[in-house]
């Protein structure tokens, strides 16, 4: 069956450490992963999108990464702060350029001082 | 900045009452969609419109429609409310039909069926 795999269990980490989100997925073929952050009670919020034929995506202290042979995308964040504290999900399109998503259930980042 | 807004942030009502939940974007989106997100089952896709009056089933449609009258307007209506459908529903858009978009989401309605 296809699905999305993120950890379930929530990644405490220290400020100022890197954190490392993995999303693993199975029987998708996707030509782009998106990933987006989600605060308690509130809609997610796009961060990254990343492509087939990309290796690695980055924007500030956010480093995306994709490999399609592992069917699997990394997310990173580098000098972690306690605001980074959230849900982190990621995302992709099942059915090639249809704008339709398929979202994982999410990681959820504490960062602690 | 594109905003998407919805009616209610909370909203109680009844089993077998009718329930509309709105959503509004004001950034001329073509495409809009309508999630729920439960625990551990995460976002689901109920429906999604790419065009005014056109709409399509996502994975979860059954006890669900919508409408779309207008561009930047999409409803969700729950014909007969039931327990089971207690969630968080969140509306998103996202520019156009040619695939790798963003989706904006609005703040979400938490519901509860009594």
């Known amino acids: 069956s296809q699905k999305i795999e993120q950890n379930s269990e929530a990644l405490n980490i220290q400020e100022g450490k890197t954190a490392t989100l993995t999303c693993n997925y199975t029987?998708?073929?996707?030509?782009?992963l998106q990933w987006y952050r989600q605060d308690p009670g509130r809609g997610p919020v796009f961060l990254l999108l990343?492509?087939?034929?990309?290796k690695e995506k980055r924007k500030e202290r956010l480093k995306v990464t994709f490999d399609t042979t592992l069917k699997q995308s990394l997310f990173h964040i580098t000098a972690s702060q306690p605001a980074d504290s959230a849900t982190y999900l990621c995302?992709?399109?099942?059915?090639?350029?249809?704008?339709?998503?398929?979202f994982g259930t999410g990681t959820r980042l504490q960062v602690f001082p | 900045d594109v905003k998407v807004t919805q009616s209610s942030r909370y909203l109680v009502k009844r089993t077998g009452e009718k329930v509309f939940l709105e959503c509004v974007q004001d950034?001329?989106?073509?495409?809009m969609f309508w999630y729920r997100q439960d625990p551990g089952l995460g976002l689901r896709l109920i429906y999604f419109?790419?065009?005014?009056?056109?709409?399509e089933k996502g994975d979860i449609p059954e006890g669900y429609s919508v409408s779309r009258e207008k561009k930047e307007r999409f409803s969700l209506i729950l014909e007969s409310a039931s327990t089971n459908q207690t969630s968080m529903y969140l509306c998103?858009?996202?520019?156009?039909?040619?695939?790798?978009?963003?989706?904006?989401f609005g703040p979400g309605t938490r519901l509860t069926v009594l």
């Open positions: 419109s790419y065009d005014v009056k056109m709409k």
């Open positions: 995302a992709l399109d099942p059915s090639y350029n249809t704008d339709k998503l398929i």
């Open positions: 950034m001329d989106h073509e495409n």
């Open positions: 990343i492509r087939e034929n990309e």
């Open positions: 029987n998708y073929s996707p030509a782009y």
């Open positions: 998103a858009s996202s520019f156009q039909r040619a695939g790798d978009n963003e989706q904006f």
